[in-house]
T-cell receptor
């Protein structure tokens, strides 16, 4: 059973460009979460999605960031007009169901570097 | 106030030692708690869930004290491979995990 897959693993973008990060959840998992880890910081929740629905985006910056989880295909985290402060590791996690006593499994992450 | 607080360490211990990490959380509504392990530049991996009654998995024991909003992890007979950053995690709201910044453990020969 393949784990959570993310690509690309490393992404370099110049300031002002767009970054698209992809996440395929574990087989059988329909809940996807995105987290960001800035250098020397803890992981911070960004957004929680189910197929075709954004459930909780309370951790998403108000501008330039968007996420989707279409009916077919991977979840996408999109960052428009990237700035240096966007440089971080972006982790995706999935779980088979939701509720308080769930466990999330993480992908290997995408390391975004903005030059 | 930070939602989940941990001593960043590092904790330097010899192989075979017993080491304990503590963590406090501020959200009294948190229902579920976990310890994750993160190796350098890798993804977090679930180590164990934490239950009110306490739970043990091999050399690892986790405890939860809801009254004090305090979570602990005890590692017995430390191995070199236990060297990592240990992340204390509490649920926040319906679906999100709130992570502490982690406690670094270095086990030496």
């Amino acid at each position: 059973n393949a784990g959570v897959m993310q690509n690309p693993r490393h992404l370099v973008r110049r300031r002002g460009q767009e970054a698209r990060l992809r996440c395929s959840p574990m087989k059988g998992h329909s809940h996807v979460y995105w987290y960001r880890q800035l250098p020397e910081e803890g992981l911070k929740f960004m957004v929680y999605l189910q197929k075709e629905n954004i459930i909780d985006e309370s951790g998403m910056p108000k501008e330039r960031f968007s996420a989707e989880f279409p009916k077919e295909g991977p979840s996408i985290l999109r960052i428009q007009q990237v700035v240096r402060g966007d440089s971080a590791a972006y982790f995706c996690a999935s779980s088979p169901w939701t509720g308080e006593a769930y466990e999330q499994y993480f992908g290997p992450g995408t390391r975004l570097t903005v030059t | 106030r930070k939602e989940v607080e941990q001593d960043p360490g590092p904790f330097n211990v010899p192989e075979g030692a017993t080491v304990a990490f503590n963590c406090t959380y501020s959200n009294s509504a948190s229902q579920s708690f976990f310890w994750y392990r993160q190796d350098c530049r890798k993804e977090p991996k679930l180590l164990m869930s934490v239950y009110s009654s306490g739970n043990e998995d091999g050399r690892f024991t986790a405890q939860l004290n809801r009254a004090s909003q305090y979570i602990s992890l005890l590692i017995r007979d430390s191995k070199l491979s236990d060297s990592a950053t240990y992340l204390c995690v509490a649920t926040s709201g319906y679906s999100t995990l709130t992570f502490g910044k982690g406690t670094m453990l270095l086990v030496s020969p």
